[in-house]
């Protein structure tokens, strides 16, 4: 059973920045994507970035140029890093992992981001 614990997560002013980390364990296929989703308030979960583990990256437009997503592949381990945030960022946010043969995924149980103006 993989298992996925984030950490990082806080109330930040805007302009700000928060690293978010995100850890597996338990017996995870090599050939992986890990990313992050978040849902705000009354709105549909939203994928923010993933990245494989070969190291492809992808983003929301809207988070481009502020967000940057990275991997410890020899620590199963996804890291968000979140610079210039902006209110519209405040969300819960998700990690998930996907493995690439089988297509299972796990999720993290989500981390509070909140960014005052």
């Known amino acids: 059973q993989v298992q996925l614990l984030e950490s990082g997560g806080g109330l930040v002013q805007a302009g700000g920045s928060l690293r978010l980390t995100c850890a597996a364990s338990?017996?995870?296929?090599?050939?992986?994507?890990m990313g992050w989703y978040r849902q705000a308030p009354e709105k549909q979960r939203e994928l923010v970035a993933f990245?494989?583990?070969?190291?492809?990256?992808k983003y929301a437009d809207s988070v481009k140029g502020r967000l940057t997503i990275s991997r410890d592949n020899t620590e199963n381990t996804v890291y968000l890093q979140m610079n210039s945030l902006k209110p519209e960022d405040t969300a819960v946010y998700y990690c998930?992992?996907?493995?690439?043969?089988?297509?299972?995924?796990?999720w993290g149980q989500g981390t509070q981001v909140t960014v005052s103006s």
């Open positions: 338990g017996e995870l296929a090599t050939a992986n994507t």
């Open positions: 998930y992992v996907r493995e690439f043969f089988s297509s299972r995924s796990y």
């Open positions: 990245i494989t583990d070969g190291g492809t990256a």
